[in-house]
Antibody, heavy 124, light 111 residues
Framework: EVQLVESGGSLVQPGRSLRLSCAAS????????IHWVRQAPGKGLEWVSG????????GYADSVKGRFTISRDNAKNSLYLQMNSLRPEDTALYYC?????????????????WGQGTLVTVSS | QSALTQPASVSGSPGQSITISCTGT?????????VSWYQQHPGKAPKLMIY???NRPSGVSNRFSGSKSGNTASLTISGLQADDEADYYC???????????FGTGTKVTVL
């Protein structure tokens, strides 16, 4: 069974940093691009970042560019999101999601499956 | 990149059919056949229901179907059931600086 499990979310003060992790199992991790998507409380989905199979290409939403860094460790079947200079508007449930079809994050491929998410709350 | 436009809510009675629209531009929905639809029940992760405009992943009921005309994509749910009550999001590839954009979301209510 393909599974993604996020961790690392917590309550953090504005301006501080946090690192999220996503542990993958049930598929050949280094064959696929992986993404982070977030959902603010009561709001819709927002694509945050994506990374290609070999870490050769990464992309970010304008709202997090320069503050967030996505990375992966294929040997550990793990995805990460380093979040710096956090703002209250970054408060959200953060999901990791597998690209359904291939290794490039910059494609139109759907996201399937998704993890259950990890909650990040930015507040003083 | 602005979110794709969906109606805030759609409702129908059991057994009826409903259609959810997703309107974008020629830079996203209208320009590519890379439209996906996701179902999200309260407190749960999104689930892929339709991809590449009209394809259903294995295990998804054939009561769910997708289409596209111009800059607007649509998700139709036929034979509406109680378990279809959920939020639905469309998503499209986009030629902007970010590769994908989501819709504003539609809450489906089964009366």
């Amino acid at each position: 069974e393909v599974q993604l499990v996020e961790s690392g979310g917590s309550l953090v003060q504005p301006g501080r940093s946090l690192r999220l992790s996503c542990a993958a199992s049930g598929f050949t991790f280094d064959d696929y691009a992986i993404h982070w998507v977030r959902q603010a409380p009561g709001k819709g989905l927002e694509w945050v970042s994506g990374i290609s199979w070999n870490s050769g290409s990464t992309g970010y939403a304008d709202s997090v560019k320069g503050r967030f860094t996505i990375s992966r460790d294929n040997a550990k079947n793990s995805l990460y999101l380093q979040m710096n200079s956090l703002r209250p508007e970054d408060t959200a449930l953060y999901y990791c999601a597998k690209d359904m079809q291939g290794g490039s994050y910059y494609s139109g491929a759907p996201l399937d499956p998704w993890g259950q998410g990890t909650l990040v709350t930015v507040s003083s | 990149q602005s979110a794709l436009t969906q109606p805030a809510s759609v409702s129908g009675s059991p057994g009826q059919s409903i259609t959810i629209s997703c309107t974008g531009t020629s830079s996203d929905v209208g320009g590519y056949n890379y439209v996906s639809w996701y179902q999200q029940h309260p407190g749960k992760a999104p689930k892929l229901m339709i991809y590449d405009v009209s394809n259903r992943p294995s295990g998804v009921s054939n009561r769910f179907s997708g289409s596209k005309s111009g800059n607007t994509a649509s998700l139709t749910i036929s034979g509406l059931q109680a378990d279809d009550e959920a939020d639905y999001y469309c998503s499209s590839y986009t030629s902007s600086s970010t590769p994908r954009v989501f819709g504003t979301g539609t809450k489906v209510t089964v009366l």
